[in-house]
């Protein structure tokens, strides 16, 4: 799908961009792949690991309409990963974060438009779901605004798309490194939020394969759910830290105890298929009928029943210790 096509990503030197990158250029011939992000160290870092003829760098924050329409110009796919993502940052921050998460997608969308990109995926959030803190409130507004978007196609082939999953593991920032750094340390405990808390679980890696896919099969309008275990972050911590005790430091400001991927006011739009949801969009789109229980791909999917809502702690699949530890150690390879 991506031979000789040329791809974009916002916030490509993140640890999305890294990981997507290295599987592009290993799987695929593209004819030119595009980081866009406005950290010029990152770049200079990504630019010693990947400099193959087909990749460009581009400097330049989602922020700023008129650098990304120029970075787009010959694109065919985009992704839009570029995000601030940290919690309590958002909470602290929020018009900084509005700014980026909301007007930045709203700039993407009319850049890719512009450009008449083929397809566009933004990366989403568990956080998007009912949201309770400012950063999942932008994700959910930025969902809508790209689903919205392919009402504002018009005579234009573009269509977008949204994936969502839950936390992904090693990824800068999250618990694991956390966790791995104090022990390195040499702490003498591990702190953990709250006991009860739990969390979908997904590699860096299923990330990747699960946007690769989903691109194959969209057709516009969708939000994409990957079926994916929870952990319980007491067994993270047994699986981490064995000898290590635990110390409760309380939620954070913003944080939740379980995240929802597919809430249950959606459930009459949510359709499963053999390995993902599908939550189909809440409007009608004015030139076209869509039937996404076929995708473009010929899966088959079916509607859940009413009152369906995928949760992270009522999930199916959870992880034991030992089966978390190995994750982990697949994961980060």
């Known amino acids: 799908m991506f031979n000789d096509r040329s791809v974009l990503i ?3 030197t993140g640890s999305f961009g890294r990981k997507w990158v290295a599987n592009i250029l290993k ?22 690991e990947f400099n193959q003829p087909a990749m460009r760098y581009f400097i330049g924050d989602v922020r700023d309409g008129e650098r990304l329409r120029t970075a787009m110009k010959g694109i065919d796919f985009v992704i839009h990963a570029a995000a601030l993502k940290q919690v309590p940052a958002a909470e602290y921050n929020p018009m900084e974060c509005i ?17 008449d990109v083929e397809k566009v995926i933004a990366l989403s959030t568990d956080k998007a779901a009912q949201p309770i803190n400012l950063y999942g409130a ?5 969902d809508k605004l790209f689903i919205a978007a392919n009402n504002m196609a018009g005579g234009h082939r573009t269509m977008f798309g949204v994936v969502r999953y839950g936390n992904v593991v090693g990824s800068r ?7 791995n750094r104090l ?10 939020t709250d006991p009860r808390m739990t969390r979908f679980w997904i590699s860096l890696q299923q990330g990747v394969d699960f946007v690769l896919k989903s691109f194959e099969r969209m057709s516009g309008g969708e939000i994409f759910v990957p079926m994916i275990p929870s952990v319980r972050i007491t067994d993270l911590a047994a699986a981490m830290g064995p000898d290590l005790p635990t110390k409760v430091i309380g939620i954070r400001p913003g944080e939740k105890l379980h995240e929802i991927m ?5 459930s009459h739009l949510t359709l499963r298929f053999h390995d993902h949801f599908v939550i189909k969009p809440t409007i009608k789109f004015f030139r076209r009928e869509i039937d996404y229980l076929t995708n473009q791909i010929g899966e088959q999917g ?28 697949i994961a980060v390879q």
């Open 10 to 12: 916002t916030g490509g």
């Open 27 to 48: 799987r695929f011939t593209p004819r030119r792949v595009a980081i866009y992000s406005r950290d010029e160290l990152k770049q200079y870092e990504m630019q010693q």
């Open 99 to 115: 700014k980026t998460n909301v007007h930045g997608a709203e700039n993407v969308i009319q850049a890719a438009l512009e450009a």
């Open 138 to 142: 932008t994700k959910l507004a930025s």
């Open 173 to 179: 920032g999250s618990i694991v490194p956390l966790y």
């Open 183 to 192: 022990i390195a340390e040499g702490t003498d405990h591990l702190p953990i």
């Open 262 to 266: 597919c809430p249950t006011d959606d």
């Open 302 to 329: 079916e509607a859940v029943e009413d009152g369906f809502e995928y949760n992270s702690g009522r999930n199916a699949h959870f992880l034991n210790v030992a089966e978390i530890r190995e994750f982990n150690r």
